[in-house]
């Protein structure tokens, strides 16, 4: 069996129909060719994260994290190239 990717977008449609609660769990696990139980995690996972999207904090808290892996990288690189160029000159 073959474990099928379900995108952000679906599995946030399938848990607010979950929350709705117009239709049962089957009823939408049947209508997305999914299992209800995974049904019931995405809704109980999009109820414990709502909260996040009015958190801007979180967002520039990961936009400074890409930044500060970034700088780590180049401090890597930056350190290998000092190294390197130490080493020549002490052969020299």
């Not at 009823?27 to 994260?49: C, D, M």
Request: aromatic content about 8%.
């Amino acid at each position: 069996m073959v474990r099928r990717k379900h995108s952000p977008k679906l599995k946030a449609m399938v848990a607010i129909e979950a929350i709705k609660a117009e239709k049962t769990i089957s009823q939408i696990a049947t209508e997305y060719g999914i299992h209800p139980q995974q049904v019931r995690n995405w809704r109980r996972h999009f109820l414990s994260k709502c909260y996040l999207v009015f958190d801007e904090s979180g967002r520039r808290e990961k936009e400074l994290k890409k930044e500060l892996q970034k700088a780590y990288k180049k401090i890597g690189e930056l350190q290998v190239e000092i190294d390197f160029l130490s080493d020549v000159l002490k052969r020299a």
